[in-house]
């Protein structure tokens, strides 16, 4: 009988997982191991920059799906099945009547922009914050590595896939030590 071994979910392990897709990425666009390692410092001084002392917490999926799910709903209300609804998407009622409201409020800005446009805030579909960072911070600091800007880009995507494909709806504490057990890892002279 097979034996299957898990590794031992934690901060360092997840910092290492995301670590080492950086630096494999780098390595492969042929960067120096000076450049790679400089890399990977990029991704760890943001993340302690953006979570210092917080939870990190990894998505379970980008959120590019929630749109789609929450236009299903919407098309599929028909006033009075909230609850079928619900029980379909396996969500709460309260979620179902969130998900209407906000798409009729939605509709009703489309048609009415031009003439209320102060009353209904804007709807704002929001990203977790996690991708946010690496999709928003990260690319500039492997630039500054030496990085080509489209090499960047596609390693942020690359990154945010596997974080959440192999730790998805983890939290880990970006605390201080964490910081300092993996920089001292990568380029200690940089301190």
């Not at 450049?35 to 953006?50: E, F, H, P, Q, T």
């Not at 990203?127 to 030496?146: D, F, S």
């Not at 730790?167 to 880990?172: D, E, F, L, R």
Request: proline share 4%; hydrophobic share 40%.
């Amino acid at each position: 009988m097979a034996t299957e071994t898990y590794e031992t979910l934690n901060a360092d392990s997840v910092m290492s997982g995301m670590e080492r897709v950086v630096y494999d990425y780098a390595i492969g666009l042929r960067m120096s191991d000076e450049s790679a390692m400089k890399c990977v410092r990029g991704l760890i001084d943001v993340l302690y920059l953006n979570f210092k002392g917080q939870l990190m917490y990894i998505p379970t999926g980008d959120g590019s799906d929630r749109a789609d799910l929450y236009n299903k709903v919407y098309h599929e209300f028909t006033g009075r099945n909230h609850a079928e609804l619900a029980v379909k998407y396996r969500h709460s009622v309260q979620w179902v009547y969130n998900v209407i409201r906000r798409r009729h409020d939605s509709a009703i800005r489309a048609l009415q922009d031009d003439l209320f446009p102060f009353d209904i805030a804007p709807e704002v579909e929001h990203r977790p914050v996690l991708l946010q960072i690496i999709a928003e911070y990260l690319p500039a600091e492997w630039m500054r590595a030496g990085m080509a800007e489209a090499d960047a880009n596609k390693l942020a995507g690359k990154l945010a896939a596997y974080t959440i494909e192999h730790y998805p709806g983890i939290a880990i504490t970006i605390s201080e030590g964490l910081h300092r057990r993996h920089t001292d890892r990568y380029l200690p002279g940089l301190l």
